[in-house]
């Protein structure tokens, strides 16, 4: 099985940073996507960043040049740093794990539960 831990989120003023977390442990057999989507209120869900096959990146055009994503192979976890927040960057954010478990090797895709992230004076 694996297992997945988030952490991060919260309230921040305008101008502000935070730094959301997704870690994957347990019987991995290979994380092809690591990333995070956001949907806000009366919004659909759309993609804010992600890694894929730990190297290649992509970015939503609103958030570029303001968040980082990265990740840290040996601990299976992505880290999505968020730089001079503004107030439409609230939203839910949604780690998304793409991966291979299991023998054969099966393809999964793990949606989290999402974590709140307001930015406001």
């Known amino acids: 099985q694996v297992q997945f831990v ?7 003023q305008p101008g502000g940073s935070l730094r ?3 870690a994957a442990s347990g019987s ?7 990333g995070w989507y956001r949907q806000a209120p ?3 869900r759309e993609l804010v960043a992600r890694m894929v096959s730990g190297s290649s990146t992509n970015y939503a055009d609103s958030v570029k040049g303001r968040f980082t994503i990265s990740r840290d192979n040996a601990k299976n976890t992505a880290y999505l740093q968020m730089n001079s ?3 439409e960057d609230t939203a839910v954010y949604y780690c998304n794990v793409v991966y291979y478990s299991g023998t054969p090797p099966m393809r999964y895709d793990y949606w989290g539960q999402g974590t709140q992230v307001t930015v406001s004076s």
């Open 6 to 12: 988030e952490s991060g989120g919260g309230l921040v």
């Open 20 to 22: 959301l977390s997704c």
């Open 28 to 34: 991995l057999f290979r994380i092809i996507v690591m």
């Open 42 to 44: 009366g919004k659909q």
């Open 85 to 87: 927040l503004k107030p």
